[in-house]
């Protein structure tokens, strides 16, 4: 068994609950295409098979999220699984639509002390659950587009965030907060796009059973958005790189009209990739 599955995660459960679940369910590897951490729900593709072996392409992609800010508050995890303190006022919403474009386009980015990063051989949020200082070096992330929604209450206020991979939402509520002098904290987020899979197409997981598991399976060649290249020349599945008439670039490859895996062209010379059938 080899493809996708959109599951839609919900709140309150870690991003390998649904992976563990699907080995068991499809009795084959699997692995997600990039966390949600455990206040989040939504999108979360999953691999299973040798589509695993694609994680680091969909781990850069594009993702969308909607995501509440409330502004006057802060807590230590940047989120609502710690306790809020009074940090501010509570800036007016023409104050927080002025600041959106700082923070759209590429941008250095600090990541959240409780977080999965590695520091000296333990995560982050290790040290910072034993109350040491943790300090992540800033690094560049990319949002392509930081949109106002809505007010949802009084101190609260919901955005529309479409970025690059690595960037963290709730570092964003807190550089908001910090820019408006009122501090802020992330109090709910949702992955509506991740890639090319969306919520609309998304499945819970407990609505996946043995005898209904292949219905949902998203064959992997169908959300590679790579030309097609059939390959003929039997040398190139023995290892050698073999000459071909197409341009510079990556591509699905067919073998007999059966999908093979990726590969990529330079200077007319195809070698292979990832092996995916």
């Given at each position: 068994?080899?493809?996708?599955?959109?599951?839609?995660?919900?709140e309150?459960?870690?991003?390998t609950?649904?992976?563990?679940?699907?080995k068991?369910?499809?009795g084959?590897?699997?692995?997600?295409?990039?966390?949600l951490?455990p206040?989040?729900?939504?999108?979360?593709?999953?691999?299973a098979?040798?589509?695993?072996r694609?994680?680091?392409?969909?781990?850069?992609?594009?993702?969308?999220y909607?995501?509440?800010?409330?502004?006057?508050?802060?807590?230590?995890?940047?989120?609502?699984?710690?306790?809020?303190?009074?940090?501010?006022?509570?800036?007016?919403?023409?104050?927080?639509?002025q600041?959106?474009?700082?923070?759209t386009?590429?941008?250095?980015q600090?990541?959240?002390?409780?977080?999965?990063?590695?520091?000296?051989?333990k995560?982050?949020?290790e040290?910072?659950?034993?109350?040491?200082?943790?300090?992540?070096p800033?690094?560049k992330?990319k949002?392509?587009?930081?949109?106002?929604?809505?007010?949802?209450?009084?101190d609260?206020?919901?955005?529309e965030?479409?970025?690059?991979?690595?960037?963290y939402?709730?570092?964003?509520?807190?550089?908001m907060?910090?820019?408006?002098?009122?501090?802020?904290?992330?109090?709910?987020?949702?992955?509506?796009?991740?890639?090319?899979?969306?919520?609309e197409?998304?499945?819970?997981?407990?609505?996946?059973?043995?005898?209904n598991?292949?219905?949902?399976?998203?064959?992997?060649?169908?959300?590679?958005p790579f030309?097609?290249?059939?390959?003929?020349?039997e040398?190139?599945?023995?290892g050698v790189h073999?000459?071909?008439?197409?341009?510079?670039g990556?591509y699905?490859?067919y073998?007999?009209?059966?999908?093979?895996?990726?590969?990529?062209?330079?200077?007319g010379?195809?070698?292979?990739?990832?092996?995916?059938c």
């Amino acid at each position: 068994m080899t493809g996708f599955f959109n599951i839609y995660k919900r709140e309150g459960v870690s991003s390998t609950y649904p992976v563990n679940r699907l080995k068991r369910l499809s009795g084959t590897s699997c692995g997600h295409m990039g966390t949600l951490d455990p206040l989040a729900e939504g999108v979360l593709p999953i691999g299973a098979g040798n589509a695993t072996r694609l994680f680091d392409y969909f781990l850069g992609k594009e993702k969308t999220y909607l995501a509440r800010f409330r502004f006057g508050y802060t807590t230590d995890t940047l989120d609502r699984e710690s306790e809020p303190r009074v940090s501010g006022m509570v800036p007016p919403k023409y104050a927080v639509e002025q600041i959106l474009s700082d923070f759209t386009g590429e941008i250095l980015q600090r990541p959240p002390a409780f977080s999965a990063i590695c520091v000296d051989g333990k995560r982050s949020y290790e040290l910072a659950r034993k109350g040491k200082d943790v300090e992540l070096p800033a690094r560049k992330v990319k949002i392509f587009s930081l949109k106002l929604t809505r007010q949802t209450e009084e101190d609260e206020f919901e955005f529309e965030i479409v970025c690059g991979g690595g960037t963290y939402i709730r570092s964003l509520a807190r550089d908001m907060g910090e820019a408006l002098s009122s501090g802020a904290y992330m109090t709910k987020l949702i992955r509506t796009a991740s890639g090319p899979f969306r919520a609309e197409n998304a499945v819970p997981l407990d609505a996946l059973t043995p005898d209904n598991l292949r219905e949902y399976l998203i064959p992997t060649e169908t959300v590679l958005p790579f030309p097609s290249l059939d390959v003929t020349d039997e040398r190139f599945f023995h290892g050698v790189h073999v000459p071909v008439g197409e341009e510079d670039g990556m591509y699905k490859l067919y073998s007999g009209g059966a999908f093979y895996g990726t590969g990529v062209v330079e200077g007319g010379m195809l070698r292979p990739d990832k092996k995916l059938c």
